[in-house]
């Protein structure tokens, strides 16, 4: 896993990779099914991850790993933790298991407040290795396991790792600080947990705040019925345009954020009483759910079974 830390080294902001970190949660309901995702209720504590100088080095770190491990659900995988000088914050040896090697770097003989953190993103590496889920890219395979650490359980210790200051820039992972509070907004609302209180860096903070502002939004967009006047606005202007054939016409995309496919809504001509059908992004797990253009419905999503209200 790669670590930005030391004075200097910008750290990289916003939401470049949320296509990507979207069809992680999609492919973590299609891989661990929805009774699976909701198997994962319960995030590792701040008590388990805490480990202080009082500590012994090598069995404190196996117990935070062993917590990690519990985090994942993954009560039959063991963890050997060593420290070694090193540029990344942490690697690990991916193997058949049960036994897993865990290089840290040395930093954290001493820095011992960010070792949780390092820990949950190889864990998520063995999660999904065990799991046989990937993405064919190495870069969009590291994205889905840092929103597979976020997602399950442990992964907000990767965010209140993030720290940027005069002296100060540091984060872990690859996804961005507000990305992270993306996906953590998204286990939040999931299951009603707030990450709030366990984040001991303000910025970590801010940046929930941000990510979270944002997954708030995938809940607004029409056609779900809590859509905002404008969005609604907009969304009647493109079913008027596909109704009659011009603008947003079968299988075209619509709406303000056409520009991610996974946002948008398409409509596309079909036999229904009205002509038409509309697909859009589920704002639970992001699988795009197909609906008759038809008024108010609501919507059942067939992976993560959401129950959705719609105004179509």
């Not at 949320?18 to 590792?44: E, K, M, Q, Y």
Request: charged content about 25%; overall charge positive; aromatic content about 8%.
């Amino acid at each position: 896993m790669t670590e930005n830390g030391g004075p200097g080294g910008p750290i990289e902001h916003g939401f470049p990779h949320l296509a990507t970190v979207r069809a992680s949660i999609t492919a973590l309901f299609r891989r661990l099914s929805a009774d699976g995702i909701r198997a994962h209720a319960t995030s590792i504590t701040p008590a388990d991850a805490a480990f202080d100088a009082a500590d012994d080095l090598h069995l404190g770190a196996q117990r935070v790993a062993a917590a990690t491990l519990r985090a994942l659900r993954l009560p039959d995988a063991r963890m050997v933790v060593s420290f070694r000088a090193m540029e990344e914050a942490a690697t690990v040896e991916l193997a058949a298991g049960p036994e897993y090697f865990v290089e840290v770097n040395d930093r954290f003989r001493t820095h011992r407040r960010d070792l949780a953190a390092a820990l949950s993103h190889e864990v998520a590496h063995v999660l999904l290795h065990r799991l046989d889920l990937r993405f064919p890219g190495a870069a969009e395979n590291e994205l889905l396991t840092d929103t597979a650490a976020a997602y399950l359980g442990a992964g907000w210790l990767l965010l209140d790792a993030y720290r940027e200051d005069a002296l100060t820039h540091q984060r872990f992972g690859y996804l961005t600080p507000e990305e992270f509070g993306y996906v953590l907004a998204k286990r939040a609302a999931l299951f009603g947990e707030d990450p709030s209180p366990w984040f001991t860096s303000p910025r970590a903070y801010e940046a929930y705040v941000r990510g979270r502002a944002l997954a708030e939004r995938d809940h607004r967009r029409a056609p779900l019925a809590a859509a905002g006047p404008l969005a609604r606005r907009r969304y009647a202007k493109a079913r008027r345009a596909a109704a009659s054939g011009s603008g947003a016409a079968a299988g075209a995309t619509a709406g303000p954020a056409a520009g991610d496919g996974s946002a948008a809504y398409r409509f596309e001509q079909d036999g229904s009483r009205s002509g038409l059908r509309v697909s859009f992004p589920c704002p639970v797990c992001a699988q795009r759910l197909r609906v008759p253009v038809r008024g108010r419905l609501r919507a059942r999503c067939g992976l993560c079974h959401s129950v959705l209200d719609c105004l179509t």
